[in-house]
Structures are given as structure tokens and as C-alpha cells.
């Protein structure tokens, strides 16, 4: 089931990328060049259906301006983000900082930072209390050097420090925090790790059952073999696919990038790539 489900996202990726529709003039802006970068760009995670990418979708400047839509690359911190949505009935607005990607027509955005805001209930307890009337008693005076007796626990506070800041919550407005793992992740296969960046890992391109584009890393001298990775939508992948049909699928390829893992499965971004010189054996 978790092999159908990582398959099915890298059909979506090959969908999102090769069958793109025009963009039309009303709500919809312009395609950004890959290298800009997002900061901090507010707005919601949306998908038409249970098997279609994510995409991020940033909240117009202007009531009635166009809105930009990225689809959002898988990531730990998607994973994260998906967790967070699924748990909470009310809308969640994401705060995401990144770079885009421009893909054959398309804007992808690779999440580094993400804070998410949502809403907290209004207090019951916060009315102005009345004001003091003439028929009400007048105070008696206090001795300042009395003690006075109160049920003040300085160890059991939880429920009012609680409640003074849910008050200050509401007092500013939405609570912006880091995006958390609200539960454990789908583990992948060991050999790389999300992070981790790949200097001329020598390799081959292949395409999957579900058509998308992958390299399977080469066996070290040891004879231990990296699992393959799901090669990400970006102007680099344009020119490795091109290579490949031309012939170069199967064939050698030093191709550098970062890793990044989402649902059971190891992407790679490729940064740089270049095909091996083969010497021919001297006897």
C-alpha cells in the first residue's frame, strides 16, 4: 500500500509536469523564474483530491488580485505539514519560506521553513465586570503588616498561566509556531539521509513503473548500494531527461544534488550532472 501511495505521487509529479494547462488572464499570476526565492509568503496548503499533489496556494495582496499556486515538493517537512491538516478542523494558514523551481511550464516550491497559524477560541470568562454602586458596602481598611491568608499553590499554577496566555493569544491574534511531526514518519530505507548532499554520485537514470525519472546510485567498493531516488521537477531534470532520450537511460551519469524524503521514499534535487569519460581498458 505504501508502495502504491509513493508511486501515485510520482505519477503526480509526472502529470503536474508534462500536462500543464495555460494559465488564464483572471486569478492567476505569472510563472516565476527558478532561484526566486519565497520568504515568509502566507497562505493555505490545497489539493483537488486525495491522490493529487499538494500545492500551496499564497494569499493575494490585494482583495480580488491574482493568487500565486506553487506545487509543493515532498519533504520531511510536508509530511509534517500533512500531518498538521489531517488533525485539525479548522483552517490552517501556512508560513512558508523557499525556493522556487520552474519545471516545463510550471512552478514548483521546495518548503525550508514553515511556521503555521491557527485560530483559538474566544475566552467566555473576559466580561468588563460592573461597576461599583452606592449601595454597595464600603471596604474595610487593611493592616499592611496582617498576613494574609490565600489558597495560592505556587506549584499547581498550570490552569492560570494557561489562561493568561490564552488571553494574550487572543489579544494579538493567531499563534504563529514551527511546523511539528505531530506523530512518527513513514520510514525509508537507510543508505541516504534527507539533507544530505551528493557530490558526483555516480549512477544511472532509469524510469519507474509509474514513468517517473530516477537514479539508482552505482554499488560502492564495499558492494552496499544506495536505494534509488525519485529525481525532482527543476530546470536541471530538463536537460538529464533530454540526455536520457537520446539514449543515455542505463547508461553512466555523475550527477550531484540534495536528498529529501517524503512518505517511504528518497527524492533527489539534482544541482549538477555531467556524463563519465570512459577510458577503455589497457592490456
Known amino acids: 500500500m505504501l508502495h502504491l501511495r509513493t508511486s501515485a505521487f510520482a505519477v503526480l509529479i509526472l502529470l503536474a509536469t508534462t500536462a500543464f494547462s495555460m494559465q488564464s488572464d483572471s486569478g492567476v499570476a505569472p510563472l516565476l523564474p527558478e532561484g526566486t526565492f519565497i520568504a515568509s509568503a502566507r497562505g493555505s496548503l490545497e489539493r483537488s483530491a486525495p491522490d493529487r499533489p ?3 496556494r499564497i494569499d493575494a495582496v490585494e482583495e480580488g488580485g491574482p493568487q500565486q499556486q506553487l506545487t509543493v515538493l515532498p519533504t520531511t517537512l510536508l509530511e509534517e505539514m500533512e500531518q498538521n491538516q489531517s488533525e485539525r478542523d479548522e483552517e490552517i494558514h501556512f ?6 523551481l520552474l519545471y516545463r511550464g510550471r512552478n514548483f ?8 497559524e491557527s485560530d483559538h477560541a474566544d475566552r467566555g ?3 468588563t465586570p460592573p461597576a461599583p454602586t452606592d449601595s454597595d458596602p464600603e471596604p474595610a481598611p487593611v493592616d499592611p503588616d496582617a498576613l494574609i491568608e490565600d489558597d495560592f499553590d505556587p506549584v499547581d499554577q498550570g490552569d492560570s498561566i494557561a489562561s ?3 488571553q494574550l493569544q487572543q489579544d494579538v491574534g493567531p499563534l504563529k509556531r514551527s511546523v511539528a511531526r505531530t506523530g512518527p514518519l513513514v520510514e525509508v530505507p537507510e543508505g541516504v539521509r534527507e539533507g544530505e548532499l551528493l557530490i558526483s ?3 544511472r537514470v532509469l524510469r519507474d513503473r509509474s514513468g517517473a525519472w530516477v537514479v539508482v ?3 560502492d567498493a564495499t558492494g552496499l548500494q544506495d536505494p534509488s531516488m525519485i529525481l525532482l521537477p527543476s530546470n536541471k531534470l530538463v536537460g538529464i531527461e533530454n540526455w536520457a532520450r537520446r539514449g543515455g537511460i542505463g547508461k553512466p551519469i555523475l550527477i550531484s544534488g540534495e536528498v529529501f524524503s517524503y512518505r517511504g521514499r528518497h527524492f533527489l534535487l539534482p544541482t549538477a550532472w555531467r556524463v563519465p569519460r570512459e577510458r577503455p581498458n589497457l592490456k
Open 109 to 116: 516550491l521546495l518548503p525550508q521553513h514553515v511556521e503555521m
Open 54 to 56: 499538494w500545492t500551496f
Open 201 to 203: 554520485r555516480r549512477g
Open 164 to 166: 493568561i496566555v490564552a
Open 95 to 100: 508560513s512558508i519560506s523557499g525556493p522556487v
Open 125 to 127: 470568562d473576559t466580561a
Open 217 to 219: 546510485p552505482d554499488a
